[in-house]
């Protein structure tokens, strides 16, 4: 029996020399790299390959690895499986229907399959609220999932921003009057 890496596979071969480079990183991050497990799965391969390419223009690598090196869409997909109700589950998925509906109508293709530029040009449609059949504020929840999942993966708080789980040390004795205030962490 086939796993998913080998049907993505599968499907990459088949679109040959075509294969887009956004396809072909969500192709390259089929397997789980953010460490984060769904209970069951949310997501079919194509919703699972648009997550991945909204996740990597929302925050694309740099001079640090991006969205989908952190594991980003395996963080959505639990979060979409683990904690989310029913109906906003549904209310996601239909998001990601017509991200993609809008995609295959203005470019001919599914989102994943679109150049870097077109997928920017569908993503800001959505941002500004101008994608017929998306809720308003779709953009900015996946935004907001994006970050969450990223800075909260050990990519995000240890290459993108510098970790330091107790800031400076410890002193049960410090005077109160020295600092006059009590610290968060």
Request: hydrophobic letters at 45%.
């Amino acid at each position: 029996m086939p796993d998913r890496r080998d049907l993505l596979a599968g499907a990459g071969l088949f679109f040959g020399a075509s294969l887009s480079p956004p396809l072909a990183r969500a192709l390259a991050a089929a397997d789980n790299q953010g460490g984060f497990t769904a209970s069951h799965a949310v997501f079919n391969d194509a919703q699972r390959a648009l997550v991945t390419a909204i996740s990597d223009r929302i925050l694309p690598a740099t001079d640090t690895p991006g969205a989908v090196a952190a594991g980003v869409p395996a963080f959505i997909e639990m979060m979409q499986a683990d904690w989310y109700s029913p109906g906003d589950r549904m209310d996601f998925l239909a998001g990601l229907a017509a991200l993609d509906d809008f995609a295959l109508k203005e470019d001919g293709k599914l989102f994943a399959a679109l150049a870097v530029e077109q997928q920017d040009k569908v993503l800001t449609t959505a941002m500004h609220g101008m994608m017929p059949g998306l809720a308003s504020g779709f953009f900015n929840h996946c935004r907001q999932l994006v970050m969450l999942g990223y800075y909260t993966s050990e990519i995000g708080c240890k290459q993108e921003r510098v970790y330091l789980p107790v800031p400076g040390r410890y002193d049960g004795a410090y005077p109160y009057a020295q600092v006059g205030r009590i610290f968060a962490s």
